[in-house]
């Protein structure tokens, strides 16, 4: 292994390279996986060409031609979803709610990783007093009750994309941390990492080039269902009317049809925000589930 | 239609910018982005979309906005009593008893240093007027300084209204009949109408209102958020009438002895919940005592107040410190009569005394308090001896906390009636799907309006103002965020509900957004390439 | 044995001093003056600072510190701003309605999730029961507890009438706490408590059939096995080993529930401490808030300290390793 601190950035490169790609390919293997990620790959798309899929701006209100609200239409040519209490179009609201949701769940799932990556290896890797302080302070924050405190937070800080994403990575890097600290600390105690440091290498050279490689799977599992847990903080919080209201979220739909009174007898603008937001979480589970299997030798079939 | 007016409109804004753009040297500094501050939704969904609505007009103008919703709460804080407007807001006030006289909206509003001035306007000619119209006991000469006031609100243009609501109500009809509109009043701020002229259909005597919020404790000198329920239980001495006069309540008649004296008449044969009866030793004793402590929430209604003494057993005097034309209609419909035998020998703090605890939730008006469990459930039982207690055995007022279960509450028959929070449209739409739901519009003074802070340019200059107000598609937003229950607003601060106070020869602008154009270029300002406004050049 | 539970209590002891400390400092930094929307127009300086006095708001921000902290230590959250009443006579009767719904809705929830975690775990691997379970359970997991709510109200009450929308109870029912023992109110609890129990079942069910999968291959189950004893008892042998990380996983997840309830309050109008959370955020109404949520924080902290005293005492050698590490 990697004995003197002089690798190329090239070989460098092509490591990374690979165990970005590893735990896509593994996790390729596993059926409910696969089902998984071509979900989310879809979901995806959808997101990134939203605005060219969704036909109308989402808060326009149609109008008929006498000029009177198209309010609480059921689905038809001019709207395949049919309309809102305010006439605004449904499909073109689920359409940028896609977006949205990858825009919170994605910005927050790496802030979230690189904050418990951080605070996982530091702790980690020196340990002691670094890590006992840390540690109390991860003991603080996991006696947070999770949505109470985006509740308060978000009601205090005010409603907006920045805050939620804000509050949410203040919430979850927590679980993280831990994870990752206790696979640090086991990489740790491995003999190259011991070589290195005999051999002169620097603390940032030996958790760049040894550690951080090695945690690199966990991390990648916990920022895959960081995307999950703050999809899901997100939906809850603009359910509860605390979303951002100049962005379209599932949430934040499910919320005005709830607080309109809309809730029965609009099926068609309360179905399709929560099956999207069902298919996509439960598309995040299942890819964490199926690396849960593949990585625990007991639960892999034979 | 809508996009081809938006293509419309580009290429209109692109001719501007041409035009100007020869002329660029001759332009200001560019107006920067505006901040519109409005209610979220925790308060009612119609504000967000009105103030989407209305900034996409603005817009238009080479505007740019920052929209940025407020919690209901924080709002009020911050802004309506706080001073701390930034920009702009698009608001709504609703429609209080007491807003049915005009000092509200043109004194307590717009009179330089008042507390809910959020605009911020101070000019000290038109608050001297204001301040004169509150001393004008002679209904005639009074209605002429309001009407002065109007002209010269609407010429200055501080704020102004974009539209008035429409609440509404449905009921359960198989169970209910007579139930009369309370209209420009809120039904929830109104006693009367409809609930003590409700008459139960069938063996069903107890009438269930499904409601959003839980009030929060039923000591009236505490009690703000839920005066209309609270006033259930404790009489007011008038009442505010539909058709904007104030009628005899507890007390039969009042009159003033001269410029600061009113005399007040009990109406006799009263009694409280616990049988005793009501005289006039209770009601100075009560005057006396709320203007001794002065409770927080009363401050403003008692300000005025010298003293109160007894004359007969039915009969006292209120001396007033300034004659004051708008102390019957927001003093005597807000005050109560508290029974001096059980509050006499109490030692502590009246204010903040917990009468469920202490078994002192003791009144003299048509309902008797019976239980309250916190967020759940209010019931109150009929005081037959009142004179104007209903033809059933109690009311229910159900804290259900969200629209659906209202709706449900309705649709199951659980509850009997629903008055505010399921929107106008939802009720109306109930109403239609269920046979057995009646429904009914009430139009209100309650108002939705744009302030802007007159402390700060652009908004200083009266041009700009005008250009903004003329800008304002009232149309749009009563069709698109009120889904088509609303009045559009007239000219002037006063609603165009309040028949006896508003001024009809005030004219409002009509909807141009090309005039609105017109009165900027001729101010000076102008537009750059982009179509972005630019202030006037310095000279 | 002993340092190591008294090092714990001061550790949890500390926790909830500092998750306090937070609440206070966020609430206290907060522009926005609380007096402000709770008096009306033209109120005297005197009687605002009357107001300020007693709601604890004079003095530096360190004097309300210290005030607060004194008041707590006597069990006094302060009086609510909205219901001018102590805090603790508000809450007290919504904690005893949000423990009827989770205590409940969790024990169902892991009894129901651990027997089909066994069903599916003893299925033939690769099979349909086992594809089906999980898949069903995945998905479950990711189905938001609003949109749970939301899917039951549909179709029970809105569509099949059999159950009521919303509430404990009708208004005109008995009142104290004869009201938990009627006909009506386990009619209002079935839907939010069946909420509850979808809530919790799907991470039950994965966590046994994990459990079970993984016995599967220990040497004793084909011992047992091998003695002909039957196979759905064999199942029992291999399940009931995984029961013990269950057992210590209740209690964190008791705190996580009641907290997890408010959105589940919210869609059934079920009068609990989360709906009054969220209220009283929106009404500004900061003792409330903050005393709820202190309450929230105290029971993960008190059922995370429970959690690991049973499990020191069902294996002493964690409290070993974890003096030693933590």
């Known amino acids: 292994?990697?004995?003197?601190?002089?690798?190329?950035?090239?070989?460098?490169?092509?490591?990374?390279?690979?165990?970005?790609?590893?735990?896509?390919?593994?996790?390729?293997?596993?059926?409910?996986?696969?089902?998984?990620?071509?979900?989310?790959?879809?979901?995806?798309?959808?997101?990134?060409?939203?605005?060219?899929?969704?036909?109308?701006?989402?808060?326009?209100?149609?109008?008929?031609?006498?000029?009177?609200?198209?309010?609480?239409?059921?689905?038809?040519?001019?709207?395949?979803?049919?309309?809102?209490?305010?006439?605004?179009?449904?499909?073109?609201?689920?359409?940028?709610?896609?977006?949205?949701?990858?825009?919170?769940?994605?910005?927050?799932?790496?802030?979230?990783?690189?904050?418990?990556?951080?605070?996982?290896?530091?702790?980690?890797?020196?340990?002691?007093?670094?890590?006992?302080?840390?540690?109390?302070?991860?003991?603080?924050?996991?006696?947070?009750?999770?949505?109470?405190?985006?509740?308060?937070?978000?009601?205090?800080?005010?409603?907006?994309?920045?805050?939620?994403?804000?509050?949410?990575?203040?919430?979850?890097?927590?679980?993280?941390?831990?994870?990752?600290?206790?696979?640090?600390?086991?990489?740790?105690?491995?003999?190259?990492?011991?070589?290195?440091?005999?051999?002169?290498?620097?603390?940032?050279?030996?958790?760049?080039?040894?550690?951080?490689?090695?945690?690199?799977?966990?991390?990648?599992?916990?920022?895959?269902?960081?995307?999950?847990?703050?999809?899901?903080?997100?939906?809850?919080?603009?359910?509860?009317?605390?979303?951002?209201?100049?962005?379209?979220?599932?949430?934040?739909?499910?919320?005005?049809?709830?607080?309109?009174?809309?809730?029965?007898?609009?099926?068609?603008?309360?179905?399709?925000?929560?099956?999207?937001?069902?298919?996509?979480?439960?598309s995040i589970y299942l890819i964490g589930r199926g690396y849960e299997e593949l990585n625990n030798p007991r639960l892999r079939r034979r | 239609?809508?996009?081809?007016?938006?293509?419309?409109?580009?290429?209109?804004?692109?001719?501007?910018?041409?035009?100007?753009?020869?002329?660029?040297?001759?332009?200001?500094?560019?107006?920067?982005?505006?901040?519109?501050?409005?209610?979220?939704?925790?308060?009612?969904?119609?504000?967000?979309?009105?103030?989407?609505?209305?900034?996409?007009?603005?817009?238009?103008?080479?505007?740019?906005?920052?929209?940025?919703?407020?919690?209901?709460?924080?709002?009020?804080?911050?802004?309506?009593?706080?001073?701390?407007?930034?920009?702009?807001?698009?608001?709504?006030?609703?429609?209080?008893?007491?807003?049915?006289?005009?000092?509200?909206?043109?004194?307590?509003?717009?009179?330089?240093?008042?507390?809910?001035?959020?605009?911020?306007?101070?000019?000290?000619?038109?608050?001297?007027?204001?301040?004169?119209?509150?001393?004008?006991?002679?209904?005639?000469?009074?209605?002429?300084?309001?009407?002065?006031?109007?002209?010269?609100?609407?010429?200055?243009?501080?704020?102004?209204?974009?539209?008035?609501?429409?609440?509404?109500?449905?009921?359960?009809?198989?169970?209910?009949?007579?139930?009369?509109?309370?209209?420009?009043?809120?039904?929830?701020?109104?006693?009367?109408?409809?609930?003590?002229?409700?008459?139960?259909?069938?063996?069903?005597?107890?009438?269930?209102?499904?409601?959003?919020?839980?009030?929060?404790?039923?000591?009236?000198?505490?009690?703000?958020?839920?005066?209309?329920?609270?006033?259930?239980?404790?009489?007011?001495?008038?009442?505010?009438?539909?058709?904007?006069?104030?009628?005899?309540?507890?007390?039969?008649?009042?009159?003033?002895?001269?410029?600061?004296?009113?005399?007040?008449?009990?109406?006799?044969?009263?009694?409280?919940?616990?049988?005793?009866?009501?005289?006039?030793?209770?009601?100075?004793?009560?005057?006396?005592?709320?203007?001794?402590?002065?409770?927080?929430?009363?401050?403003?209604?008692?300000?005025?107040i010298a003293n109160v003494e007894k004359v007969d057993d039915y009969t006292f005097d209120i001396q007033l410190k300034s004659s004051d034309s708008a102390f019957v209609p927001t003093a005597l419909t807000f005050l109560f009569i508290l029974p001096e035998h059980v509050w006499a020998d109490y030692s502590g703090d009246f204010v903040d005394r917990d009468i469920v605890a202490d078994n002192a939730v003791i009144g003299s008006g048509p309902f008797k308090f019976e239980t309250w469990r916190p967020n759940e459930v209010h019931e109150l039982s009929t005081h037959t001896a009142h004179f104007a207690a209903p033809k059933y055995d109690g009311v229910r007022r159900l804290a259900l906390g969200q629209s659906d279960a209202i709706s449900a509450a309705l649709q199951a028959g659980d509850g009997d009636i629903a008055t505010a929070v399921l929107p106008v449209a939802a009720m109306s739409d109930l109403a239609a799907r269920e046979d057995h739901l009646d429904f009914i519009e009430l139009p209100t003074h309650a108002s939705q309006l744009v302030w802007v802070n007159n402390e700060k340019a652009p908004f200083t200059d009266l041009a700009f103002r005008k250009a903004l107000r003329m800008a304002t598609h009232n149309q749009r937003v009563g069709i698109e965020a009120f889904q088509g229950f609303f009045i559009p607003a007239g000219a002037g601060p006063v609603p165009n509900q309040l028949a006896l106070w508003h001024d009809e020869s005030v004219k409002p602008d009509a909807f141009d957004i090309e005039g609105a154009r017109a009165i900027l270029e001729e101010a000076g300002y102008g537009w750059d390439s982009q179509g972005r406004l630019h202030y006037p050049p310095p000279n | 044995m002993r340092a190591y539970l008294i090092s714990r209590n001061v550790q949890s002891l500390f926790v909830v001093f500092v998750v306090t400390s937070i609440m206070f400092v966020m609430f206290r930094i907060m522009p926005s003056d609380p007096t402000a929307m709770l008096v009306d127009r033209g109120m005297p300086e005197e009687a605002r600072q009357a107001l300020l006095e007693k709601w604890g708001l004079t003095g530096t921000l360190w004097d309300q510190y210290l005030r607060y902290f004194g008041n707590l230590a006597v069990g006094d959250f302060g009086e609510s701003f909205f219901y001018r009443q102590p805090v603790w006579d508000v809450l007290l009767p919504l904690i005893v309605n949000s423990l009827i719904l989770a205590i409940p809705g969790l024990l169902l929830g892991a009894l129901i999730g651990a027997g089909l975690g066994m069903v599916v775990g003893w299925s033939k691997r690769g099979g349909r029961i086992e594809n089906i379970g999980i898949f069903v359970a995945t998905i479950a997991r990711g189905t938001p507890s609003f949109i749970v709510g939301i899917a039951l109200l549909a179709v029970f009450s809105s569509w099949l009438g059999w159950f009521p929308a919303f509430g404990m109870g009708d208004p005109g029912d008995a009142a104290g706490s004869q009201r938990y023992f009627t006909f009506e109110f386990l009619h209002h609890l079935f839907l939010p408590l069946l909420a509850v129990i979808i809530f919790f079942l799907p991470e039950n069910l994965l966590l046994m059939r994990s459990g079970v999968v993984e016995s599967r291959t220990e040497d004793y189950i084909e011992l047992v096995r091998a003695k002909g004893v039957s196979e759905p008892r064999v199942a029992w042998h291999a399940g009931r080993n995984s029961l013990l990380p269950l057992v210590t996983w209740l209690f964190p997840a008791l705190a996580e529930t009641v907290a997890g309830l408010i959105v589940i309050e919210i869609v059934f109008a079920w009068p609990g401490v989360g709906r009054e959370l969220v209220l009283a955020v929106t009404r500004q109404d900061y003792p409330l808030a903050q005393a709820a949520f202190i309450l929230m924080a105290l029971l993960i902290v008190l059922s995370n300290l429970a959690a690991d005293l049973t499990y020191t005492k069902l294996d002493p050698r964690v409290a070993y390793s974890r003096a030693k590490h933590g």
């Not at chain 2, 006991?137 to 109007?150: A, F, H, S």
Request: charged content about 15%; proline content about 6%; aromatic content about 10%.
């Open chain 2, 1 to 304: 239609m809508q996009s081809k007016s938006i293509v419309k409109w580009t290429v209109l804004l692109a001719s501007f910018g041409a035009l100007s753009a020869a002329n660029a040297e001759e332009l200001g500094e560019p107006v920067p982005p505006i901040s519109l501050v409005y209610y979220a939704a925790d308060i009612g969904i119609e504000h967000e979309q009105s103030a989407r609505i209305l900034s996409s007009e603005w817009a238009k103008l080479g505007l740019e906005f920052e929209l940025q919703p407020i919690q209901f709460g924080t709002f009020v804080a911050t802004i309506n009593v706080g001073g701390g407007l930034e920009d702009m807001a698009v608001v709504a006030v609703g429609a209080d008893p007491d807003r049915t006289d005009p000092t509200y909206w043109l004194s307590d509003s717009s009179a330089c240093g008042e507390r809910r001035n959020a605009s911020k306007w101070c000019d000290e000619e038109y608050s001297a007027l204001a301040s004169l119209q509150r001393t004008q006991i002679d209904l005639d000469e009074r209605i002429k300084t309001v009407n002065q006031l109007q002209n010269y609100h609407h010429e200055k243009a501080p704020w102004w209204p974009v539209t008035h609501y429409v609440y509404g109500m449905v009921w359960n009809s198989e169970k209910w009949g007579n139930i009369s509109s309370p209209a420009p009043l809120a039904p929830h701020e109104d006693p009367v109408r409809p609930w003590l002229s409700a008459e139960p259909l069938t063996d069903d005597r107890i009438l269930d209102w499904a409601y959003l919020e839980d009030v929060s404790g039923y000591n009236p000198m505490a009690e703000e958020g839920a005066v209309g329920w609270v006033r259930f239980v404790f009489d007011t001495f008038a009442k505010n009438d539909p058709s904007g006069e104030i009628v005899p309540w507890a007390a039969e008649s009042w009159e003033f002895t001269d410029e600061t004296n009113l005399r007040v008449k009990l109406r006799e044969g009263m009694t409280f919940h616990d049988g005793e009866p009501v005289t006039a030793d209770d009601a100075v004793f009560t005057l006396n005592k709320v203007v001794e402590i002065q409770p927080p929430a009363m401050a403003a209604r008692l300000g005025n």
């Open chain 1, 1 to 282: 292994m990697a004995k003197t601190p002089t690798l190329t950035n090239k070989a460098a490169n092509v490591g990374l390279r690979h165990r970005m790609l590893n735990p896509v390919a593994m996790l390729w293997q596993d059926g409910s996986a696969r089902i998984g990620m071509i979900v989310f790959f879809l979901f995806a798309v959808v997101a990134i060409f939203a605005p060219y899929l969704a036909p109308y701006p989402p808060f326009e209100s149609s109008l008929s031609e006498a000029g009177r609200l198209r309010r609480l239409e059921p689905p038809s040519i001019d709207h395949w979803l049919g309309t809102t209490t305010f006439g605004h179009d449904v499909f073109s609201q689920l359409i940028m709610g896609f977006r949205l949701a990858f825009v919170v769940g994605v910005v927050a799932a790496l802030a979230v990783g690189f904050v418990s990556t951080l605070i996982g290896i530091i702790s980690g890797y020196f340990g002691g007093v670094i890590d006992d302080l840390l540690m109390r302070l991860t003991d603080v924050a996991l006696s947070i009750p999770t949505l109470p405190f985006a509740i308060v937070a978000v009601g205090l800080l005010g409603p907006s994309i920045e805050n939620i994403i804000l509050v949410i990575t203040v919430l979850f890097w927590r679980n993280g941390a831990r994870i990752i600290r206790s696979t640090v600390l086991t990489e740790r105690e491995k003999i190259y990492v011991k070589w290195a440091r005999t051999a002169g290498a620097s603390h940032f050279h030996i958790i760049i080039n040894h550690i951080l490689p090695n945690v690199f799977r966990i991390v990648f599992l916990w920022i895959t269902m960081s995307v999950a847990f703050a999809i899901l903080t997100e939906a809850s919080l603009s359910f509860l009317g605390l979303g951002d209201p100049t962005a379209v979220s599932w949430g934040q739909m499910l919320n005005t049809a709830f607080v309109s009174g809309s809730l029965r007898t609009a099926w068609w603008w309360v179905a399709p925000p929560s099956i999207a937001l069902v298919v996509l979480i439960s």
